[in-house]
């Protein structure tokens, strides 16, 4: 049974200071089935008092979220760059470990220098790889958006070079490059029959090709994504992973959340997948 996820990172913001422990209120006002945990590089320092509060919320949280500056970190590739992004991304790995998250995601390439040195990112996937064996913990690379080429030519690389990886599909960040209709070609069918594609973020989107200023993760149904199309589609592909709703329900004055926004997207995604 597909499980959907609701993103911490939509809940749990800089407006309400970041409080983890609100996850413990809100939980009794969502109809997810469970939470994929986002790393804020705020909390490095503090992770073993967040893992033992997320176990004693008895929380389902089978997917966590990498903090996001370790791909800046690797993309940017200075002196000491790779040595601090293996260090966060090992804590982010015991973070994991301890909250029983399976599945660990990562932008692979992040921040303003995004994909611009991609042979960077391409190295270090080896050495983030044999970490989260380490731990148990499957990694999976996201479609992050792209300022120099595309997630989906780097996921091909990516596919070249290790045979083994696995990705997180994302469907703000395809639209953004206009490339969710690749993952329905005949090209592409390998991501499919070869499971690649083992989680999905379930986004909308609002603006144009790389239309920066538009670049906002969207409730379904509020951008132009047909999920009708995709929903259909990935029915006929029997996937069997689990989604994540990242629509931002935090108030950014008030830091007040939007739970019936939250558990319309998590009641529309029902709707479609049971319906085909």
Not at 12 to 31: A, F, T, V, W
Not at 58 to 78: W, Y
Not at 136 to 145: H, S, T
Not at 234 to 250: L, M, P, Q, R
Request: aromatic residues 14%; contains cysteine.
């Amino acid at each position: 049974m597909n499980q959907i996820l609701c993103s911490t990172g939509a809940l749990i913001g800089i407006p309400n200071g970041r409080d983890y422990r609100l996850l413990e209120k809100l939980s009794g006002k969502l109809n997810c089935d469970g939470y994929e945990f986002m790393m804020y590089s705020s909390w490095y320092g503090k992770e073993e008092e967040i893992a033992d509060f997320l176990k004693q919320s008895g929380l389902n949280i089978p997917v966590m979220h990498c903090e996001k500056h370790i791909g800046e970190c690797i993309s940017r590739n200075e002196e000491g760059d790779l040595a601090e992004a293996i260090w966060k991304f090992r804590k982010n790995c015991e973070v994991a470990r301890k909250i029983g998250a399976r599945k660990l995601v990562i932008h692979l390439w992040d921040g303003q220098i995004s994909d611009q040195h991609f042979p960077n990112n391409l190295r270090a996937y080896r050495e983030l790889e044999t970490v989260a064996e380490e731990y148990g913990i499957d990694l999976l690379v996201e479609n992050v958006v792209c300022n120099q080429r595309d997630p989906m030519a780097h996921w091909c690389e990516l596919a070249e070079a290790y045979p083994n990886v696995q990705f997180i599909f994302d469907t703000k960040m395809a639209a953004f490059h206009e490339q969710l209709p690749l993952v329905y070609e005949k090209e592409y069918e390998w991501l499919w029959e070869q499971q690649k594609i083992r989680h999905l973020h379930i986004n909308d989107y609002g603006g144009g090709y790389m239309e920066w200023a538009k670049l906002r993760t969207l409730p379904l149904g509020e951008g132009h994504i047909d999920f009708g199309e995709f929903f259909r589609f990935i029915k006929k592909k029997n996937y069997s992973g689990d989604f994540t709703v990242e629509a931002t329900a935090f108030d950014r004055n008030t830091g007040e959340v939007d739970t019936i926004m939250l558990n319309r997207c998590f009641d529309t995604i029902r709707s479609f997948y049971k319906g085909y």
